[in-house]
């Protein structure tokens, strides 16, 4: 069973930065589609940043220019990078994995998901 395993999140200031990593064990083709999304208490999750298996990338409007989305050491392993960081970027952050999506253009339905990370918290103060 695929398996997913976060790390990263904590408590920054304002315009501070921070790096989630996502690893997936128990898997070992060659697409591996890692989709960040997240959720603020009393709000829905969102999608908001995606790597693709041929490592194209989205990231949603509202943090582009401020997160990215990128490869590690190997293809099982995606970083969300996250630089000036504000109040309303607060959510518990979440990864999860696809071996079907290949072209990312946009944040992957939810059907497409085959594991879920445990969630990593990102607080942001002012």
């Known amino acids: 069973q695929v398996q997913l395993v976060e790390s990263g999140g904590g408590s920054v200031q304002t315009g501070g930065s921070m790096r989630l990593s996502c690893t997936v064990s128990?898997?070992?083709?060659?697409?591996?589609?890692i989709t960040w999304f997240r959720q603020a208490p009393g709000k829905e999750r969102e999608g908001v940043a995606a790597?693709?298996?041929?490592?194209?990338?989205f990231t949603i409007a509202s943090v582009k220019g401020r997160f990215s989305v990128s490869r590690g050491n190997d293809r099982y392993t995606a970083h969300l990078d996250m630089n000036n960081l504000q109040p309303e970027d607060t959510a518990m952050y979440f990864c999860?994995?696809?071996?079907?999506?290949?072209?990312?253009?946009?944040?992957?339905?939810?059907?497409?998901?085959?594991?879920w990370g445990q969630g990593t918290q990102v607080t942001v103060s002012s």
């Open positions: 999860a994995f696809s071996s079907q999506v290949v072209n990312i253009m946009n944040i992957p339905p939810a059907r497409l998901f085959e594991a």
């Open positions: 128990n898997y070992r083709y060659s697409t591996v589609c």
């Open positions: 790597i693709g298996g041929d490592d194209s990338t």
